[in-house]
């Protein structure tokens, strides 16, 4: 079955870009969403299929993939960008149909 | 307005069960699938299961740690999805969420969650 491994912890001064990267091999079949979550908060989704934002989150928010490797990257990033970020895909390689989520990524602003 | 309402979190012992709902508003329910995630105190994300809408056959998927004693179904016609959780552990634990699937694999609306605590 699939994992999906993120870096635990990034930083990144205001109003730099950052890049979280996400891999597994589910990521060879199936594109990444990625998910925002704030302390005491639900995820909310900010980046899926190839690279589409659902409306609403600004466009310093952007998704690519290759190969087995999936990456969001925030430029300019804002105050309120501080967060963790999950990605998530679907994975086949198993018996059985399922969902498989990142081991999460915690976003320092500084 | 898309709206998922989660209820039915509490206090619970090993080995017994709950049922959790899932109240959907602000869409036409029955066209799509719904999923369940948790999140332990503390921890990341673990998807539990789904259940794909009628068209799809209205069959389930769940992860591996839940299989055979967690159960999703669905009432389209009240716009509700349910968890029923039985013989449950401490490391249930864990905030559950109700998430709609857009049929391109992906969680576009998420309720705010029910935390579920499974102690003596």
């Known amino acids: 079955s699939s994992e999906l491994t993120q870096d635990p912890a990034v930083s990144v001064a205001l109003g730099q870009t950052v890049r979280i990267t996400c891999q597994g091999d589910?990521?060879?079949?199936?594109?990444a969403s990625w998910y925002q979550q704030k302390p005491g908060q639900a995820p909310v989704l900010v980046i899926y299929g190839k690279n589409n934002r659902p409306s609403g989150i600004p466009d310093r928010f952007s998704g690519s993939s290759s190969g087995n490797t999936a990456s969001l990257t925030i430029t300019g990033a804002q105050a309120e960008d501080e967060a963790d970020y999950y990605c998530n895909s679907r994975d086949s390689s198993g018996n059985h149909l399922r969902y498989v989520f990142g081991t999460g990524t915690k976003v320092t602003v500084l | 307005e898309v709206q998922l309402v989660e209820s039915g979190g509490g206090l619970v012992q090993p080995g017994r069960s709950l049922r959790l709902s899932c109240t959907a508003s602000g869409f036409t329910f029955g066209d799509y699938a719904m999923s369940w995630v948790r999140q332990a105190p503390g921890k990341g994300l673990e998807w539990v299961g789904f259940?794909?809408?009628?068209?799809?056959?209205?069959?389930?998927e769940y992860a591996a740690s839940v299989k055979g004693r967690f159960t999703i179904s669905r009432d389209d016609s009240k716009s509700i999805a349910y968890l029923q959780m039985n013989s449950l552990k401490t490391e249930d634990t864990a905030v559950y969420y109700c998430?709609?699937?857009?049929?391109?694999?992906?969680?576009?609306?998420w309720g705010q969650g029910t935390l579920v605590t499974v102690s003596s």
């Open positions: 259940i794909r809408s009628k068209a799809y056959g209205g069959t389930t």
């Open positions: 589910s990521l060879r079949s199936y594109y």
């Open positions: 998430t709609r699937e857009s049929t391109l694999y992906y969680f576009d609306y």
